[in-house]
């Protein structure tokens, strides 16, 4: 499975942005799907994840409120929308795939519990 992410850059402060990931190699229904992201100097976290048929989604307390995730398995891509963005959500976004196992739902905000990664996509917020 290869994950395309994209739609990043730069932004002010308030403004917003959608992400979006292409899965190819694989029905994107057989996934549940993730954003995790990375900001200078720190490590990998949690942003937001959902089930593979939209009906869960879940988001770090950062970000609850302010961004959605959602997904189109016809067009086998997963998006971010990010609103009323902060200076620190300056990080790099990737996207990742988790088979659909029975046990994701509990470690969703879990790097382990994710099988596929992608290259990522660098999101600046300035003020």
């Known amino acids: 499975v290869q994950l395309q992410a994209s739609g990043g850059g730069m932004a002010q402060a308030g403004d917003s942005l959608r992400l979006s990931c292409a899965t190819s190699g694989a029905t994107s229904s057989t996934y549940h799907m993730g954003w995790f992201r990375q900001a200078p100097g720190k490590g990998r976290e949690f942003a937001a994840a959902?089930?593979?048929?939209?009906?869960?989604?879940y988001y770090a307390p950062s970000v609850k409120g302010r961004f959605t995730i959602s997904r189109d398995n016809a067009k086998n891509t997963v998006y971010l929308q990010m609103n009323r963005l902060r200076l620190e959500d300056t990080a790099i976004y990737y996207c990742a795939a988790a088979l659909r196992r029975s046990d994701w739902r509990g470690g969703h905000y879990d790097a382990s519990f994710y099988d596929h990664w992608g290259q990522g996509t660098q999101v600046t917020v300035s003020s």
């Open positions: 959902i089930t593979w048929n939209s009906g869960a989604s």
